[in-house]
Nanobody
Framework: QVQLVESGGGLVQAGGSLRLSCAAS????????VGWHRQAPGKQRESVAS???????DYTDSVKGRFTISRDNAKNTVYLQMISLKPEDTGVYYC???????????WGQGTQVTVSS
């Protein structure tokens, strides 16, 4: 397991951009998958984006074309670049790392993203 610390959240106007970072305490270079979930007020947590060890990415439909997930294995950091933000993107964003298919996910503590209209 690794410890994860997210940063980069904040308050932004609709149409603005943010870049979230997720720093891991250990190596994620060979991690099976890394990704981001979010939880909006009063709603269930949902998957936003993920990237596997082969570099294949996956996004929920509502963020396709606006969000980009990437990983810097040398820095043990996962990023989520968000552009054209909408009020419905508001929520707490959590990153995770899954080191292997036989292991569960390690989660960060979350970072708040608030998009004002």
């Amino acid at each position: 397991q690794v410890q994860l610390v997210e940063s980069g959240g904040g308050l932004v106007q609709a149409g603005g951009s943010l870049r979230l970072s997720c720093a891991a305490s250990g190596s994620i270079g060979s991690a099976y998958a890394v990704g981001w979930h979010r939880q909006a007020p009063g709603k269930q947590r949902e998957s936003v984006a993920s990237i596997n060890s082969g570099g294949t990415t996956d996004y929920t439909d509502s963020v396709k074309g606006r969000f980009t997930i990437s990983r810097d294995n040398a820095k043990n950091t996962v990023y989520l670049q968000m552009i054209s933000l909408k009020p419905e993107d508001t929520g707490v964003y959590y990153c995770y790392v899954r080191l292997s298919p036989m292991m569960g996910r390690s989660w960060g503590q979350g970072t708040q993203v608030t998009v004002s209209s």
